[in-house]
């Protein structure tokens, strides 16, 4: 690490880099160094204001951001909470990010903590200019600190408003040259204090207006510069060569297949294998043609329609009754038991999720310019700091040698094909001595990135003789959140890594479930199995958008509309009476509140019989600290098995809100991605090979089954922080819509997706067993 | 490899490429252009949309001999200076995420207006049939069209 508090290192990786560095980095990146003639002055230390801010001659401030934003409007936020603590208008302040030899390792996107935790470094280093500036500007008008305020970028005499000088004029391009006394850690948890404290809430002007995204604008005029568009002199076009059954490995290569490719050519390293070729087109070609005799392999995977019983069948590996981090807890599994023996009733359902993938909109792309001492990274990760420690460490250089360059990618929602794309364009261009662009095809995106988890839920709870819960228990079994860690710093947790011989080092991670309910006896746990193929599998799991929400909140929330049922309560009241009074409460009030909810128990009156029948359903979660509450309407086509969901009302609690209109457009992505997963994605497989590989074979919700309409109540809470937005929703979206099928039919599908086949199913199983019933 | 010559948003390129090779290729590694984008390589997502003679085709199966109209690109639309309607919605709407996908809605939506100034949410879902959008921008996109058709309304009446 000690590489950010060396400012001799980083020169010599721009050197490295070379002057194209300065000319293709990404367009936000672009001007501030333009505007910078020294871009790298600034002792790249997380204990030195100057690392999180500079402000130019013109008072124009740029704060340096270690997180990312990925299409949400984070830096935004950022920028607002800046703003803020200079007072300064929005326009006045430039957040860069995703440079690696620009901005300190924060973590970059994850686990919805952009503004969480990432503003924090940041709020304090612009509170503590705030107070260098004041002392500047009076000493500048000979005058005692406590004679002179600021405002709009300037330090004024109270006595005498005109008599001021701007920030511009006080440090204009120069250091504070100020500590903060950083915590020491690198990541998520960095945190730096400065010797003031930020402002009070209430002092806000900035935060808590709408700002829109300044990316914009180009992106719609099509100038916007993606990933995709990097270009290096002398760069070559790589793609990756799949096995046709997984695990497969290259036993011989015939180069000759592709000899009539002008100067296309083979990589082939370890048990790894490649082309690079001058044109993209050239590489494409050469890819499909090349010709490889594949090892003979045992198939690694059950059959598709096996999935959940080999999931229900398999050792567990780890088990515990705690959430992801820290020491595992052992569930009480007698305590339950005997609450269960007890009760006057007892209800069980067992519920199942799929593997789903990110399927970004594009396949990842990255490019890498390895020039033997060091390395220039491009890449659409949305962990830049991590993937070029990955990078440097499958080169074998310091990791400071290797300088990141973040340039937006097609979507990213955790850790998806981006980091294989890195370590991909890193091998190559050490192979070919030449910078290489790779892209995969479609099947790379679908087939070969990592997968979010497969699980299986199995749910009880006992009552007592007067309908009150006595025990409730859900153990969760499924595969690792992240046998690949989102981390992209560890070649083992890469498809090249992995065929290059770096050690397995499958991570055992799991969750729990996220609500304030209180039963008298209350055990949730979860239990890991072992991936289905250890090395370079397409069914490794990783972080997707709100890792194991959406699975173990499907079960959660659905078994809490069964219990319910089972106790004839309107599902509202049934989770209020359970829940404790506070910001949960509140959150599924709000909800209610907005949609007008009349109380019932759910279910149709009578077993529809055809056509379009239509009904609504509630779910309520917790994601650390902010709380969702959805309701969805739906309509179901009994006749052809189509499920819309048609409206949604959402409540959001996530602390003080600082920029509402992209608040609202993040949640509103949400909830429509969380909709495309509980209705359509379930990735295909043989026991040979993931057979998800483009849009036919991995259908997504499209336009014509959108929501007519998300209707967002935003439960501000100035006297809280802010709390992440950009995954929390999700969870809540996928058992809303089960209930609400199930109100408007009768059917509980315990299975995602909810896909139209199923839906037919289920409707079939019922009739079926309604005229057994009729004829016995 | 065959000469042919290309109208990319109003000016002429000579290329020497396989005929066989898609357009999205010829446009981005022989005339250097950032749009469209690569998607799928199958016309299933509409990421390397270009309008042929305002008709949105997809770049990305059409081999280039057979592009026998005028293209138009994104970029050819409209400008931050002059944008075209949709664009301006789309701003307005703030209706994007991440944007990889941009090139199919928005040249959709302008093939759309132009043959349909009012289009009703069934026939804008419809006109939409084989877009994808990941980040799930579906909502914003649908009120950005509706919002662009008002605007259009307006300039006309």
Redesign the interface.
């Known amino acids: 690490m000690g590489w950010y508090d060396t400012a001799v290192k980083r020169r010599d990786v721009l050197k490295g880099g070379g002057c194209l560095v300065v000319s293709l980095v990404a367009p936000q990146a672009r001007r501030a160094l333009a505007a910078e003639d020294r871009p790298l002055w600034r002792a790249l230390s997380p204990g030195q204001l100057d690392t999180y801010l500079k402000i130019d001659e013109n008072g124009r401030v740029t704060a340096f951001f270690g997180k990312m934003d990925m299409g949400q409007g984070v830096d935004i936020s950022i920028a607002q909470i800046v703003a803020d603590e200079l007072d300064l208008p929005m326009d006045r302040v430039d957040v860069l990010m995703g440079d690696t030899a620009l901005t300190v390792n924060q973590g970059g996107a994850s686990g919805s903590t952009g503004i969480e935790r990432g503003a924090n470094p940041l709020r304090n280093a612009a509170a503590e200019a705030r107070r260098v500036l004041l002392e500047l500007g009076a000493d500048r008008l000979g005058v005692e600190a406590d004679e002179v305020a600021v405002a709009e970028g300037a330090v004024y005499l109270r006595a005498d408003p005109a008599r001021r000088v701007g920030y511009g004029e006080l440090i204009g391009g120069g250091h504070f040259d100020v500590r903060l006394e950083w915590n020491g850690r690198y990541g998520n948890a960095l945190d730096a204090l400065g010797s003031v404290a930020p402002k009070d809430p209430s002092a806000y002007r900035v935060v808590g207006q709408s700002f829109p995204r300044r990316d914009l604008p180009d992106i719609v005029m099509g100038t916007h510069e993606y990933i995709v568009d990097v270009r290096v002199p002398d760069m070559m076009h790589g793609r990756v060569i799949r096995p046709p059954v997984a695990g497969s490995v290259p036993v011989s290569v015939n180069g000759d297949s592709i000899g009539a490719i002008a100067g296309a050519r083979v990589v082939h390293e370890g048990d790894y294998l490649a082309v690079v070729a001058e044109r993209e087109w050239d590489a494409v070609r050469a890819a499909q043609q090349l010709e490889v005799t594949w090892s003979e392999v045992e198939p690694p995977f059950p059959e598709m329609d096996d999935l959940y019983d080999h999931i229900r069948r398999a050792p567990v590996v780890r088990e515990s009754a705690g959430g992801p981090w820290g020491a595992d807890v052992a569930p009480d599994r007698d305590a339950v038991q005997a609450a269960l023996d007890r009760a006057d009733r007892v209800i069980e359902a067992e519920y199942e999720f799929p593997f789903q993938s990110h399927a970004s909109m594009g396949p990842a792309c990255a490019v890498c310019d390895y020039r033997g001492d060091s390395a220039t990274l491009w890449t659409g990760s949305q962990k830049p700091h991590h993937a070029a420690e990955g990078v440097a460490n499958i080169l074998g250089l310091p990791a400071g040698n290797v300088r990141g360059i973040w340039v937006p990618g097609p979507g990213s929602y955790g850790r998806n094909d981006a980091g294989d794309a890195a370590m991909d364009a890193a091998v190559m261009s050490r192979a070919v001595g030449r910078p290489v662009r790779v892209q995969g095809m479609r099947a790379e995106g679908t087939a070969w990135d990592p997968k979010a988890p497969a699980s299986v839920h199995f749910a009880r709870a006992g009552f007592d003789e007067a309908g009150n819960v006595s025990g409730y228990e859900m153990r969760m079994k499924g595969f690792s959140a992240g046998d690949t860690d989102s981390n992209e710093s560890d070649p083992s947790h890469s498809y090249a890594g992995a065929l290059l011989d770096w050690p397995n080092a499958s991570v055992h991670r799991l969750d729990n479930q996220g609500d304030l309910y209180e039963f008298p006896v209350n055990v949730r746990y979860w239990q890991t199995i072992a991936p289905l193929l250890e090395r370079a599998s397409p069914l490794r799991t990783a972080h997707l958008r709100d890792p194991l929400g959406p699975q173990i909140h499907f079960a959660s929330e659905c078994f809490m509309d069964e219990m319910a049922v089972a106790v004839g309560a309107d599902p509202v009241e049934f989770r209020l009476r359970h829940l404790p009074e506070g910001r949960d409460a509140d959150v599924l009030k709000a909800a209610t509140e907005r949609y007008g909810w009349e109380p019932g128990v759910p279910g149709p009156t009578a077993p529809p019989t055809g056509g379009v029948v239509t009904g609504r359903g509630v779910a309520y979660t917790r994601r650390g600290s902010p709380v969702v509450a959805v309701i969805a309407d739906v309509e179901v086509d009994l006749d052809t098995g189509r499920v819309w969901p048609r409206r949604f009302v959402v409540a959001s609690d996530q602390g003080i809100v600082v920029n509402p209109l992209w608040l609202r457009r993040t949640i509103e992505g949400n909830i429509i991605h969380a909709a495309s997963r509980a209705l359509y994605e379930e990735v295909q497989f043989t026991p040979e090979r993931v057979t998800s590989v483009d849009w036919i074979s991995y259908p997504i919700l499209e336009m014509a089954d959108a929501p007519e309409e998300i209707d967002i109540v935003l439960v501000n809470r100035p006297e809280l922080p802010p709390y992440g937005a950009g995954e929390p929703s999700t969870r809540t979206v996928p058992p809303a819509i089960a209930n609400a099928v199930f109100d408007a039919t009768g059917l509980r599908i315990r299975r995602a997706p909810f896909t139209r086949e199923r839906i037919l199913a289920a409707r079939r199983s019922a009739d079926d067993s309604r005229s057994s019933q009729e004829f016995s | 490899m065959a000469v042919m010559t290309l109208d990319v948003d109003g000016a002429s390129h000579r290329l020497d ?2 005929p066989e ?2 357009l999205l ?1 010829a446009l ?2 022989e005339l ?1 252009m ?2 469209p ?6 016309a ?2 509409g ?1 390397c949309t270009v309008l042929m003679d305002g008709q949105p085709i997809r770049a990305c199966v059409v081999p280039v001999a057979a592009v026998t109209g005028k293209v138009r ?3 050819g ?4 200076g002059e ?1 075209h309607p949709v ?1 301006q919605a ?2 307005d709407e ?1 209706a ?8 199919g809605w ?1 040249l959709y939506a302008a093939a759309l207006l132009e043959r349909d100034p009012d289009p009703s ?1 069934e026939t ?3 006109a ?15 009120r950005a069209v509706k919002r662009a058709a008002a605007t259009l309304s307006e300039q006309e009446g």
């Open positions: 490429v396989e090779m898609p290729y981005r590694d250097g950032n749009n984008r690569f998607g799928c390589g199958l299933q997502c990421s690109t994104l970029t639309l409209g400008t931050v944008p664009q789309f701003i703030q994007l995420f991440c944007g990889y996908c941009m090139n928005i949410d804008i879902r419809e939409f049939t084989g877009l994808k959008c990941r980040c799930g921008s579906h909502s914003a996109i649908l």
